[in-house]
């Protein structure tokens, strides 16, 4: 009867036996790759060519300088200023309810439209806007401004109260 096995020897690998194996793994991987790599290949050429490498490279050498003056950029108060207006008007933006800014905007593209069509250089007169607001259309869009003129200076009316109440 044979000898039962109470001790498992795990080979170690050499150096050389790794390196050899890492080498048949990235051959199998290449040859896999062939099509890809070769795009790879071409576009790095064509990068090459037009220059686009060698500016790149420069731009990781000078990495510290380029960040120096991007931050002095974006520290800048124009571009703060510019940051809380996107801000605040994202937020102001999401507040609304969408089907609302789809039908403001489907107004818009229809008065800007109706205006475009209309190629008389007649003035308008104070009887002719009087009779304009018998128009329904002519009157809807007038007290959406109206109303949205008055909800407009009650916010404003409130921030002043606000601000001098600080």
Not at 75 to 101: G, M
Not at 132 to 156: Q, S, Y
Request: glycine share 6%.
């Amino acid at each position: 009867m044979a000898i039962p096995v109470t001790t498992i020897k795990k080979k170690k690998l050499t150096e050389e036996e790794i390196r050899q194996e890492r080498l048949a793994e990235l051959q199998s991987l290449i040859a896999d790759q062939e099509q890809a790599l070769n795009k790879i290949l071409e576009i790095t050429g064509d990068l090459e060519d037009i220059g686009v490498l060698d500016a790149l490279q420069a731009m990781v050498k000078a990495k510290e300088d380029i960040a120096k003056i991007a931050l002095a950029q974006v520290s800048r108060e124009p571009f703060t200023n510019l940051i809380n207006h996107v801000i605040n008007t994202s937020n102001a933006i999401s507040a609304i309810d969408p089907e609302v800014t789809a039908k403001l905007a489907d107004g818009i593209k229809s008065g800007l439209r109706e205006a475009e069509a209309d190629n008389e250089d007649q003035k308008v007169g104070v009887f002719q806007l009087m009779k304009a607001l018998h128009d329904p259309d002519i009157n809807r869009a007038v007290k959406f401004g109206l109303n949205f003129l008055k909800g407009m200076g009650k916010e404003l009316g409130d921030s002043k109260k606000s601000e001098s109440a600080l």
